[in-house]
């Protein structure tokens, strides 16, 4: 890793890669704090425009948008006790609170400072653990990575709330999108119907950005936009945190960032989940869990830090294995994989400084995002008064400039209405949207491998007679059938308890 | 959804309509998956495996969300009231019409009606009071920020136009 500073550092101080990092962080960061719009969403609208720059340029600037996305999802939290995006759930219970009680400036400090930790120091772990994560990778064969591709496909679907099958229907459409084009090793056309612009397989871009920019900003206009909310600007002045208390915090501020590193790290979860699982440790190892739900200062540090600490995290089996952690490092892979960078172990050997420069990035970014939203906290609340008229026309406009240059022709922006109007239909169905993505960038990877497998092996029964295979697939069954399994375990407890 | 058929009124659940829907969709895969040249064998599943997987789910998972939908026993929720749907439809054309402007007029024209008509229906639809020449100044900038960013910025193409190639 250090062999590659010099280089990593030359990058860094360019002129238009730093012009960039602040300007993906300070959008990365709207976009985050604007409830309905995701650091995810401004990857997916913005990576088009990476595919002109250099490698190590378009890195630098989807890395800014992810980590401005992860962090400012607080300040919606905080200041409206909307979330800016499921990550920052568990920051409403107390942030909104403590803001309404007159401490808005300690609650956004608390956010903004626990955002810093948690990214900054995943990242610098990332990037220490991750070779060696991609050294143990060496020793999987084919089986291994379509049982893991397996895996982070079904996680996905264990901490997915609700009906079991729309989770597993949404992860089908996923294959399904994902077959579209030649095969792989094969290369027979599927369901291309004679049409040469379906060969390539359908874009990533046109795709995601249809089912979910497109048709989310439709459905939103369909429920009704919000009027722009009534925020308060008032003990926004100062920096509102001292060092008592981030001392007073130190054991929870670990204890979160441990959980959310390790919840980043299983492919398939991510800032989604570690945010309300260290919310609840944090109340649960708390003196006082009475305070919880009224403006505790526990109950920011805990998922703020956890959810960023999960960036690091998922970070290490993106670059490690290929496998992606959540749903925007799903896209990042994909974004890579246009700029010639395959994600998986053999990365360090072929592109080493480019996976050091993204977890140095990643740090950085961290540091001058907490530096932006310190000296920008007094206009968080103009952030989140920009009228949805304005911004969602604008937005669908980006999203058909995306598709446009995606592929430099005007029946991929058709292709991306007809996904969208998949989005709507999916929305009508109430079909969850992660899956989707994960099942859609994984499945070539699976099916390559499978069938590489298969050449070599030729019989089914490699899958669960192969240690780590049979371990993998063990994990994959019992995620599909988690709800049931939770739901017996439930039935039985009632049974027990009515005894 | 209701039919009602002597006096008996029979209310279909979304789930109903989701699962016979995801069936479907899975059916119509078999049959295309049914035509592809190479056979799926216990040695080598080929390219029939991943779609099969996919079709093989849709039915399961259709039947499944039907089956829940039937033993449903509360009213869904609504998602869009009917004026909200129309706002969909029409939100949805006004972008195909912008694609055919694009590919006669050029992003440049057809981008500043595109956001103008779209901020003043989302607006007079929200009820939201906007002025005429905010929107107007609004839509001209849009178009050049976004112009200027890809085509002079990062060097890339957007549509030029039939008429003026």
């Known amino acids: 890793m250090f062999a590659y500073l010099p280089y990593i550092f030359s990058q860094l101080i360019q002129p238009m890669n730093l012009l960039l990092m602040v300007a993906g962080t300070a959008v990365g960061i709207i976009f985050g704090a604007i409830p309905g719009l995701s650091g995810t969403m401004a990857v997916m609208l913005f990576m088009p425009l990476t595919y002109a720059m250099e490698s190590s340029t378009a890195i630098i600037f989807l890395l800014a948008l992810w980590i401005g996305g992860c962090s400012g999802a607080f300040i919606g939290s905080v200041l409206l006790g909307i979330p800016g995006s499921a990550s920052a759930v568990a920051t409403c219970w107390d942030g909104h609170p403590m803001a309404k009680k007159g401490q808005a400036s300690k609650a956004l400090a608390i956010g903004m400072t626990a955002s810093f930790f948690g990214t900054f120091f995943s990242a610098l772990i990332g990037g220490l653990l991750a070779e060696a ?181 998922a970070m290490i089996p993106m670059a490690a294995l290929g496998i992606p952690g959540d749903s925007t490092t799903a896209l990042l892979i994909g974004a890579l ?71 430099g022709n005007l029946y991929k922006c058709g292709m991306m209405m007809v996904f969208a109007a998949v989005g709507i239909l999916m929305t009508l169905g109430e079909l969850p949207a992660s899956p989707l993505i994960l099942a859609f960038i994984l499945t070539p990877t699976l099916e390559k491998k499978m069938l590489q497998g298969f050449q070599s092996v030729p019989s089914w029964t490699e899958f669960f007679t192969r240690p780590v295979s049979g371990v993998l697939m063990a994990i994959a069954i019992i995620c599909i059938f988690s709800p049931l399994i939770k739901a017996g375990i439930a039935k039985l407890r009632a049974k027990k308890a009515g005894n | 959804m209701q039919a009602c058929e002597g006096g008996l009124s029979v209310k279909v659940k979304r789930d109903q309509i989701t699962g016979l829907v995801l069936v479907a969709v899975g059916i119509v895969l078999f049959i ?15 390219p029939r495996l991943m779609p099969g997987i996919a079709a093989f789910g849709l039915v399961v998972c259709g039947l499944g969300i039907f089956i829940k939908g039937c033993m449903q026993k509360e009213a869904d929720k609504k998602i869009f009231t009917k004026q909200g749907f129309l706002r969909v439809l029409i939100s949805f054309a006004a972008l ?27 607006a007079k639809a929200s009820k939201a009071e906007t002025k005429l020449w905010v929107r107007i100044v609004f839509s001209v900038a849009v178009t050049l920020v976004i112009w200027l960013m890809y085509v002079v910025l990062f060097e890339m193409e957007l549509p030029v136009g039939a008429l003026f190639e």
């Open chain 1, 337 to 407: 994989t246009i700029h010639g960078l395959e994600m998986g172990p053999m990365v360090f050997k072929n592109s080493g400084d480019i996976v050091y420069l993204m977890f140095i990035t990643v740090a950085v970014v961290a540091a001058l995002v907490l530096l932006m939203q310190a000296f920008c906290k007094r206009w968080f609340p103009y952030i989140l008064k920009v009228p949805s008229w304005y911004m969602y026309s604008a937005l669908l406009v980006i999203c058909l400039a995306s598709a446009y240059v995606d592929s």
């Open chain 2, 96 to 122: 195909w019409v912008y694609i055919v402007a694009m590919k006669y007029l050029g992003f440049l024209i057809a981008t500043p009606f595109l956001v103008f008509g779209l901020t003043t229906y989302f």
């Open chain 1, 133 to 313: 994560v991609a050294d143990f990778a060496f020793a999987m064969g084919p089986w291994e990575y379509a049982a893991l591709c397996l895996v982070a496909m079904t996680m996905v679907l264990a901490i997915s709330k609700g009906n079991m099958f729309k989770g597993l229907a949404a992860t089908c459409i996923g294959i399904l999108l994902a077959t579209v084009g030649f095969s792989p090793i094969d290369a027979e056309p599927r369901f291309v119907f004679d049409n040469m612009y379906l060969y390539g397989g359908l874009g990533m871009i046109v795709v995601l950005t249809g089912i979910f920019a497109v048709s989310h900003i439709l459905v939103t206009f369909g429920k009704g936009f919000d009027q722009p909310p009534e925020v308060s600007k008032a003990g926004l002045k100062g920096f509102g945190l001292t060092m008592k208390d981030i001392r007073d915090e130190l054991v929870n501020i670990i204890r979160s960032f441990l959980i959310g590193l390790g919840i980043g790290f299983l492919p398939g979860m991510g800032s989604g989940l570690s945010n309300l699982v260290a919310y609840s440790t944090a109340k649960n190892g708390s003196k006082h869990p009475e305070e919880y739900g009224h403006g505790a200062a526990g109950g920011i540090w805990a998922p703020e830090v956890a959810n960023n600490a999960a960036i690091g995290g």
């Open chain 2, 32 to 46: 295309m998956i049914s035509q592809f040249s190479k056979p799926l064998t216990a040695e080598y599943p080929g």
